[in-house]
């Protein structure tokens, strides 16, 4: 059976949008009934609430099909209970209009009490989601998620992988994705309800291999709607999902978002680790944005090394913020 996602503060609520900026303004695809959609200038994509939340959330961003390959979606407001706003740009760091993809984890009460196992719920009607880690290359497999999707070389260009769930979804989900090895640039191709297609290159645009993590929220009803309050669920047993906000300030990070989790070590210029206080069963899947491009590296069962570079690859500090899935049960179960 199908189980529901947690996390442990109160009131937990997870969105998601795609949206497509065509240098005018911008227009949702998926998430319409959010709020207001708009283009404040070049590469920004900006969504104001129609429901705020009442704390702070973490969202992470990824640039859609229509974006230069090598090119990278970016945080480009602190968190803020009314707004959502990225800005995505070509390899060479230029503002680039595009579709842009979409997660934000927020909280419906400004309470930071740390209350275990609060269930997560979202507006749209029997939601359901799911991480994946894509081990790349010219025979490309999935790593964590095997009983959820499968992975194969889209054409002859490396780096170019359709994933294929074994469980489709009745209406086009989100997909939002994060590098891990190696930094570069990941895009969303074409999703469908049984298929997504993500295109790695490197941080020059070259399409190259690469690992990635992706997490996936879909619903199984046919209609899209904004004023439910629905549970997600999640194939495995034991789903936690953990928020984390990284502020670094005069190159030295603190946990502003997510501090009752664990702790923030600097390794260096651009290079955190994450770890946790409770390890979990199964290798993290860490999901994040910064304000430049960024990776993951070393992901365990309770730690990951998050590195940041600037556009062209040079080590940049720099706050961060997204989610991890974790999970409590070391084993994997199809849910067809």
Do not use: W
């Not at 390794?267 to 960024?294: C, H, M, Q």
């Not at 992901?299 to 570079?309: A, P």
Request: charged content about 15%; proline content about 4%.
């Amino acid at each position: 059976m199908l189980r529901t996602l947690q996390t442990n503060y109160l009131l937990p609520k997870l969105i998601g949008s795609t949206s497509t900026n065509d240098g005018v303004d911008v227009t949702a695809s998926i998430g319409a009934l959010l709020g207001v959609f708009g283009r404040p200038g070049a590469g920004l994509n900006q969504l104001v609430l129609s429901t705020n939340f009442h704390r702070e959330p973490v969202t992470v961003y990824s640039p859609g099909s229509t974006a230069t390959l090598g090119g990278f979606a970016s945080i480009n407001i602190t968190p803020n209970v009314a707004i959502i706003r990225s800005i995505t740009s070509n390899a060479s760091g230029v503002a680039e209009d595009t579709i842009v993809h979409m997660i934000t984890l927020g909280f419906m009460s400004n309470s930071t009490d740390y209350v275990p196992k609060q269930a997560v719920h979202t507006v749209y009607d029997r939601p359901r989601a799911m991480g994946l880690k894509i081990i790349g290359g010219a025979s490309p497999t999935v790593a964590i998620g095997a009983m959820d999707a499968t992975v194969a070389l889209t054409g002859a260009a490396a780096g170019d992988y359709t994933i294929t769930f074994k469980r489709p979804f009745n209406r086009v989900p989100v997909v939002v994705a994060c590098l891990s090895g190696n930094s570069g640039g990941v895009k969303i191709g074409t999703v469908t309800r049984s298929t997504v297609q993500i295109l790695c290159g490197d941080i020059s645009g070259v399409a190259a291999h690469r690992n990635v993590h992706l997490f996936v929220l879909g619903s199984d009803s046919l209609v899209e709607q904004h004023d439910l309050r629905r549970n997600i669920k999640v194939p495995h047993r034991k789903p936690e999902i953990i928020p984390i906000y990284v502020e670094v300030t005069s190159g030295v990070p603190s946990i502003s978002i997510g501090s009752d989790y664990g702790i923030i070590t600097d390794n260096g210029v651009g290079d955190y680790t994450l770890t946790l206080t409770k390890a979990r069963a199964r290798t993290l899947i860490p999901i994040f944005s910064s304000y430049y491009r960024l990776h993951t590296n070393a992901e365990d069962t309770d730690s990951v090394q998050i590195l940041v570079t600037s556009a062209g690859g040079s080590a940049q500090d720099s706050s961060f913020q997204g989610f991890i899935l974790a999970y409590d049960d070391a084993n994997e179960y199809y849910q067809g």
